[in-house]
């Protein structure tokens, strides 16, 4: 099956910094990469998305790239700010609608 | 619209114990599924719905058993709890969405096995 790592688990960043957030995949049949923030004692809920056939894909202050020779996929959010403080979830779908999630980042924004 | 809604919120259970934990969506989604999270391990399904009628394991099935109620309604049931199934499950229906799959999570319920 599909395995996703992600890294850092931890990452603090001053506000008004830059944040990346790194993601590799082993199936290279998975076509689709959806990134999900979950603040601390809510659900999980997705922040952006990106297809195969896409390289790069921006949406205010966040955005996502995708290399698919390298298998690797990372978030971006540039202008941090305190309520982008919670946990990041990447995840690789390799078709039948499902996801696989990474670990999990957990980012903290120091004001 | 209510979207994923899952009962009960909190729940403590003495090992050996049974549960049913159940979970609707109301907005039409052929796709359902259940996932626990732990910490530092991200979200692990549990078990997956593609349609009515169907149902398929995931990553960590043992010691669950699903149900598909209906097209609404999907309950997730441990039939002998162990202290090793304590965790926040999330519910989760998808809809395809230009050639991806969006899902949408529940609120969770936190179990608690002693």
């Known amino acids: 099956g599909e395995n996703v790592e992600q890294h850092p688990s931890t990452l603090s960043v001053q506000e008004g910094d830059s944040a990346v957030i790194k993601c590799t995949y082993s199936?290279?049949?998975?076509?689709?990469f959806p990134w999900y923030k979950q603040e601390l004692g809510k659900r999980p809920q997705l922040i952006i998305d990106?297809?195969?056939?896409?390289g790069e894909k921006k949406d205010q202050r966040i955005a996502v790239t995708l290399n698919k020779t390298a298998k690797h996929f990372s978030l971006h959010i540039t202008e941090t700010q305190p309520e982008d403080s919670a946990v990041y979830f990447c995840?690789?779908?390799?078709?039948?609608?499902?996801?696989?999630f990474g670990t999990g980042t957990r980012l903290t924004v120091i004001p | 619209n209510a979207g994923v809604t899952q009962t009960p919120k909190f729940q403590v259970l003495k090992t050996g114990q049974s549960m049913t934990l159940q979970c609707a969506q109301d907005?039409?989604?052929?796709?359902m599924y259940w996932y626990r999270q732990d910490p530092g391990m991200g979200l692990r399904l549990i078990y997956y719905s593609a349609s009515e009628g169907t149902t398929d394991k995931g990553e960590v099935p043992n010691g669950y058993n699903v149900s598909r109620l209906n097209k609404r309604e999907f309950s997730l049931r441990l039939e002998s709890a162990a202290p090793s199934q304590t965790s926040v499950y999330f519910c989760a229906s998808s809809e395809e969405n230009r050639g991806g799959w969006t899902q949408y999570f529940g609120p969770g319920t936190r179990l608690l096995v002693l």
């Open positions: 907005m039409n989604h052929n796709s």
């Open positions: 199936d290279s049949a998975s076509n689709y």
């Open positions: 990106i297809r195969s056939n896409v």
């Open positions: 995840a690789a779908s390799p078709g039948a609608n499902n996801l696989f």
